[in-house]
């Protein structure tokens, strides 16, 4: 975006008279247009190119990751799967490999297990209606027995690398209190 880059993009203002006081910006090809109201001196529309041409310098020099895998709600075991990769990469640097995760009939004392000998893991049925941060906290859980298989210090510090993991131990407190499920969950 240097403007002495013979490569940068180009730059087209389109203003609008039913645009009151936002100013937006998107890439098309190699065009950067800036949107902006009608009513825009020069000097304000200057800032307001230079300001997106900022905006979109920060956003392309930042890392690119995979965008996240669909939430996983009811779906299959596929697509549990595809989560847990998602969060292992996110959370866990990759290094939280399961060979299986699948949905299995209700827990009677848990949400989920590991086997971190086969490296599997088991999702109750459960857990197909709670919000999908809720699910993706037990998947992370789940996913750090991989690494620690104890409930270890180094095990909770893996896990709190999702940031909402006391939120989600809270909610499913309060789920099982509610449903009278009785089932515990692990704590630090």
Sequence with gaps: MNRDDASEEKVEVRRS?????TVSARLEGDTLVVMIPA?????EERHWVAEMERKLRRTSAEPVLAP??????GGADEALMV???YLSSKYLDGTANPVSVRWVPEMRTRWASC????ATIRVSDRLRKVPPWVLDYVLVHELAHLRVASHS????ALVRRYPKTERAIGFLEGLSAAAGWGIEIETP
């Excluded at 009513?39 to 000097?43: I, P």
């Excluded at 086997?115 to 086969?118: R, S």
């Design 153 to 156: 210090q180094q095990f909770w």
């Design 83 to 85: 989560r847990c990769a």
């Design 115 to 118: 086997t971190p000998v086969d």
């Design 68 to 73: 996240p895998p669909p939430r996983v709600r």
């Design 17 to 21: 008279p039913r645009r009151r006081r």
């Design 39 to 43: 009513r825009m001196s020069k000097k």
